[in-house]
């Protein structure tokens, strides 16, 4: 049985009497320790799929099953990242993760709590900040904040909404690499389903890439990343494997945008 | 290597300081002490020296006791506030005080411009404020005591309603216009069935504030907990938080600066129910005294009467600031 598995979702949202179908026939599945990025196009309905894996959403018809039990709410079993306010702006970074860790282990003392927001602050190297407020931290430094949260919170499943898609460059690839890090050290791994635009974190961070299309979003192709782990950025690059395998990505995701529109002169 | 270089930055560190202290030190002084405001302070003194045109007693030394107290404050001050904005703004105050004091001791003491029964001497004011200030202080309490009761029952009922029926989303539409429909009617007309229900005047008075201050509060409340981002329940959700941690720990503070502005309005109006109630019924507070000696052709003490309003209502309003500020210092 798969940690996760996600039956024929179709969601279909009524906007100013427009209807439009954001998610069509889409199943796949993920085991358990696995990660897993979930790419496309804006409007190809991956944050939407996402959001029904977190709860908030409910799908129009399909379903989806987490250790075999249908998803109907949101549950103390899977954490998350959003790409913003994730973070509550009056909790400082301490408070913040010691409240996520108060909604999963009600037995913890105001003090384990504490101790343990602080260990994990320090997993994300911001032991010197844990007393700002979210308004005086970087973008990068929320982030942080709100992965140690939901690793604070141990829950099985994490599920990441582009969260370091306002990040810029530079601290993306350091975030991208202390993420991979905190994960792959976890014992047991913990299930995460990744959603982003950009090929190469899905490329370094996953071990299956669920690549999707918009009008109506439906799953392309599922493949696969071949590269064995502990991944090293610098090392993987270079290999002609990866820009292989990058290639071949690239040219899918963007035949797919090609077909999609229909044009032989698009200019991307 | 690294713990030399540890111990050599402080001490460097020091010695830039004191640098900089010895050199600029004369310039410092003469930036905190070399002011138009002390000129003022001593045209003030001088002015007092002036014979008097008024034949009544115009206590003069009071008005000179007050003004050196306000100056040594000011030198003192002066010493210690950092920030050079908060600084002007302090003397500022101050010599639009010293100012003010010049111009009264002029137009009343000095050369008798104004009438005399309606504007005594700043000096004669001071005298009355000293001599009266048990009296004051109990109907200063009084006041305060009727606007807490009222204006704090109000807040811990208002706040946690407007927080269940705001977050209802069915419930919340419907009093919203209910509450500007309720809102909207001048507390002061309450009056009556006040009077008709309650037995003293107190009780009526804080029936009043209560009202005063509740529909604001309530509508502030709702309208902050109807706007709050939905990506901010969406993050509390997604936590698991149960329907009390969701109202209390996340919707209160995420709707704090719409509930402020509601208990902002609220104190504001309790401050004019009061004194004016106080003015037509009571038989104690600041409204009651300025009314009662301003019957009685003592304006003396009704222009101390109002002057006391004039402070509490500042006093209080700082102390909200304050409140308001420290709530919502994670803002930016």
């Given at each position: 049985m798969s940690k996760i598995e996600i039956k024929n979702l179709t969601v279909n949202y009524t906007e100013k009497k427009k209807s439009f179908t954001a998610l069509k026939n889409v199943s796949f599945s993920i085991e358990e320790g696995e990660f897993v990025s979930v790419i496309g196009s804006s409007g190809c309905g991956k944050s939407t799929l996402l959001s029904i894996l977190e709860g908030i959403n409910s799908p129009t018809e399909g379903e989806i099953l987490i250790n075999g039990e249908p998803v109907t709410g949101t549950g103390p079993d899977r954490g998350v990242v959003f790409q913003h306010y994730s973070l509550f702006p009056w909790m400082t970074a301490r408070k913040n993760v010691a409240f996520g860790i108060k909604q999963v282990n009600k037995s913890a003392s105001r003090a384990e709590r504490y101790h343990l927001a602080d260990e994990f602050l320090e997993k994300v190297g911001l032991e010197q900040f844990k007393n700002k407020y979210p308004s005086q931290l970087s973008g990068g430094m929320q982030q942080r904040v709100a992965i140690a949260r939901a690793l604070a919170m141990d829950t099985d499943i994490l599920l990441m909404d582009e969260?370091?898609?306002?990040?810029?460059a530079k601290n993306r690839t350091i975030l991208q690499e202390l993420l991979l890090e905190l994960w792959e050290n976890a014992e047991p791994r913990k299930t995460v389903v990744f959603v982003t635009h950009d090929i190469d974190e899905a490329i370094f961070l996953s071990d299956k890439i669920v690549m999707m299309t918009a009008n109506p979003g439906r799953v392309y192709r599922e493949i696969r990343v071949p590269f064995d782990r502990p991944r090293n950025r610098a090392e993987l690059v270079q290999t002609k494997e990866y820009n292989k395998f990058r290639n071949e990505l690239l040219s899918m995701f963007y035949s797919d945008i090609v077909s999609k529109i229909g044009g032989e002169e698009v200019v991307l | 290597m690294n713990i030399q270089a540890k111990t050599a930055a402080p001490s460097a560190d020091i010695s830039e300081k004191q640098e900089k202290t010895s050199s600029g030190f004369k310039a410092e002084i003469f930036r905190r002490y070399f002011r138009v405001v002390h000129a003022l302070f001593a045209v003030l003194l001088l002015v007092q020296l002036l014979p008097d045109k008024?034949?009544?007693?115009?206590?003069a030394s009071y008005v000179i006791w007050f003004a050196v107290g306000v100056e040594v404050l000011t030198l003192v001050v002066s010493a210690f506030i950092k920030k050079r904005e908060s600084l002007n703004l302090f003397v500022d105050i101050v010599a639009f005080v010293y100012a003010l004091l010049t111009a009264w001791t002029l137009a009343t003491a000095k050369f008798d411009l104004l009438k005399a029964a309606l504007f005594p001497p700043p000096g004669k004011v001071f005298w009355q404020f000293i001599g009266d200030y048990d009296k004051i202080l109990t109907n200063v309490q009084s006041s305060a005591g009727i606007i807490l009761q009222g204006y704090l029952l109000a807040i811990a009922a208002a706040i946690p309603l407007g927080l269940f029926l705001g977050w209802s989303a069915r419930l919340g539409s419907a009093a919203t216009y209910i509450s500007k429909f309720l809102g909207a009617i001048p507390p002061i007309v309450y009056i009556p069935y006040g009077i008709a229900l309650l037995p003293t005047f107190r009780s009526v008075s804080v029936f009043v504030i209560f009202l005063a201050t509740f529909w604001p509060v309530l509508g502030g409340t709702m309208s902050g907990v109807m706007n709050v981002e939905k990506k901010t329940i969406d993050s509390a959700k997604v936590l698991n938080v149960n329907k009390f941690t969701m109202l209390f720990s996340v919707i209160l503070p995420a709707s704090l600066q719409q509930i402020f502005i509601g208990c902002n309005q609220g104190l504001t109006v309790s401050f004019v129910l009061l004194t004016s109630a106080e003015m037509v019924?009571?038989?104690?507070?600041l409204g009651y005294y300025i009314k009662n000696y301003s019957d009685f052709g003592d304006y003396t003490r009704t222009i101390v009467g109002l002057i006391v309003v004039g402070i509490v209502i500042v006093f209080i309003s700082f102390i909200f600031n304050r409140i308001q500020k420290f709530l919502l210092r994670w803002k930016q």
């Open positions: 969260p370091f898609g306002a990040i810029d | 008024l034949k009544t007693e115009t206590y019924g009571a038989q104690s507070g």
